[in-house]
């Protein structure tokens, strides 16, 4: 029962980083195209300045629960895939201080680089992100002891012995990427106006017309690369209502995006990706990381969990941390509603 | 090298530059609470334009800090993950709380406090403040929190796959060790922002220019100066001192540079440790103090590191000693500066002093050699244990990462902390040279008009 509320609790904050830091990321790979001068570039900046920072904290504040919950997991995971990792933290570090810092420079070139710093950054950010998620969902290569050290490529195919990248988490990292941008792209419809806002809310179409097409393509490709990924689905088929809710959030987006209801649309999204990530979650379950070196060596829920006392005691402060998190979050987007300012004194 | 010796490098170069920044946000989140205080007590626009620019500072700083700090997170398992599976549901759940306790709050009220005063109450503003500086103290207690159950684990106990559990959740969170660390490094932190605070100050008086400000910053980085220094040292030190030396015997002894055990151990205060011949060389030495500083009494026994098995000396001993002789003497300074500041504050004369002036411009970076060697003191002295007692540091990297590669990755690390470093040196260089009057509208903003 602790194992299946702590799964759950995990996927919750994962849930909670993607939608959240998903929107500043894509608007990070969108920015670049979007914005044509510098006043268009600072809006669209504004618009996530006050909160990614906030939004990133769901990834440490998920980490840490791994952390505790799962140190097995934690362990094996973290160092196994040590090299994408420490890219990703690198990746990390430049994108928060290229954003920070082209507010203080007034340097053109300099500005212009730092932007390009920060797209690049949020682009190799998703597809990174995208791509791990595969790698889980496809299954690394565990020793007996539960461990394993991927490294970055072998010959693309996802056997047993594939690298972080083959063409199974290629195509994960793309759907992130192409999922993020269209995220962030509604969330400008939102915070700014003018050609702007009309500019996000036309590139919606074509990257609508992507992330069907990769959706599709992923949930082909994950039910060959790894079946037993519908076992979940077959046990209890009213879980099938998740990929409905995919399909219907999808409609959502395209539908009100049309119907120019941004803040709805936005919000569309938002489940789509729940969709998407609780849909992995239950294909693993009660698996957290598969063995492609055998099913023997998965580790799973009952090896990984930490002591019972531990779980219990981390109920009780973690479900009133959240809550309180949570209230700090919609306080802060409360403040911060509507049209992002652009003659904020401060940075 | 070895891959073991790769990993503490990991984590120890990481480490120490991430905390350059958490101690000055910690201590300045407190001085712009006092700003903001008497701002909104007196209506005085001069101490909110003051208490702006502090929180611009603060803003870089805690960008960089944050930065900086994912990766600590990360390296546990990434670097040390033998560590982490066996103690993650110990160490996990403060870590944890650091995120969901801190973090949040911290980031909610930093975006309102620097972006959101145009939307919010003066009231408000102030309050964002506050929950910024309890949000920044309550993250440092987390760290200290976990470092302590490493220094002097409590109120655990082992499942039967070797992990270690929580017993009892108060009981970790006041672990007594973490409690005097807590106090101690806590006012470190407030060192290292009101020395960087009255640096600043002293450097716009030395420079003859925003000379209101200037006498904000001396006055109020003085007297929390004074107030810090003094606290540091008694009773937080003097307390957490006498702690480590009855439960850490081998590290107060190679800290100290105490060879053999003595009855009325004197205190060396310069000297050079010898681990091949066992003693000190050249030293100058205090006799009976060490015996009085630990034990309140001249006589009393001082347990040396003759009655520790060898394998148990903290394995970079003379790095120990100096690192620990650094912090104190340093301390020492502190002290002797804030006491002549802050009398030359009270007859007035503190803003003529160009001597004095240039001594506060010049002490900033101290606080922060200060605090970085305190730490390694800390962390050296638990040497050769990750979880002191129970687990040695041998047996607590991630063995599948190859030496090779965490020197890859180390080197990677140089690098990009080397860049930000000069970045971080360029926006506060900047911002010190733009002051706290409201900016002339820069050049870009024409474009948005």
Redesign the interface.
Known sequence: MMGFIWFWLVAVMIVGYVVLDGFDLGVGVLHLFLAR???ER?ATLASI???W??N??W???????L??????L???????F??P??IV??L???R??SL??RN?I?VGVWRALLDGLFGVASALLTIFFGAALANVLRGVPLQVDG???LPLWTNWQPGPHPGILDWYTVIGGLLALVALTLHGALWLTIKTSGELAQRARGIVTPLWFMLAALTVISLVATIAVRPASLDNYFSYPVTFVVPVGVIASMAGVWLLNRGAQPVKAFLSSCLYLFFMLAGACWGLYPTLLPATTGTDRDITLSRAI?????LA??LV??GF??A??IG??V??YG??RGKA??????? | MTAELIHRLHFAFTVTFHYLFPQLTMGLALLIVVLKSVALKTGSEQWDRAARFWGRIFGINFVFGVVTGIPMEFEFGTNWARFSQLSGGVIGQPLAMEGVFSFFLESAFLGLFLYGEKRISKWMHWFSAVMVFIGSWISGFFIIVTDAWMQHPVAFDRLPNGQFQVLSFWQLLLNPWGLLQYAHNMTGAVVTGSFVMAAVGAFYLLEGRMMGYARIFLKVGVIAGLIASIVIIFPTGDLHGKYVARNQPAAIAAMEGLFKTEDGAGMVLIGQPNEETGQIDNPIVVNDALSFLIYGTTKAEVKGLDQIPHDQWPTALPLLFYAYHIMAGLGTWFVLLMIVSAFLLWRQRLYQSRLVLWALLLSFPLPYIANTAGWMTAELGRQPWLIYGLMRTSEGYSNTVSASNGLFTLLGFMGIYSLLGLLFTVLIYREISCGPEPKPILADASITN
């Open positions: 001068n510098e006043a600072k300045g006050p909160v920072d906030g990133e904290v990834l440490l504040a998920g980490g840490g629960t952390y505790f919950a799962f140190p097995l934690y362990a094996s995971a973290f160092s196994g040590y090299l990792l420490m933290l690198w990390l570090i430049l928060g201080v920070e810092l203080h007034d461990y394993f050290f930490s002591g019972p006392h531990t005691v981390g402060w973690w941390g959240m309180l998190a700090y979050v306080f802060v403040k911060f300012d652009l003659n904020t004194e401060a940075h």
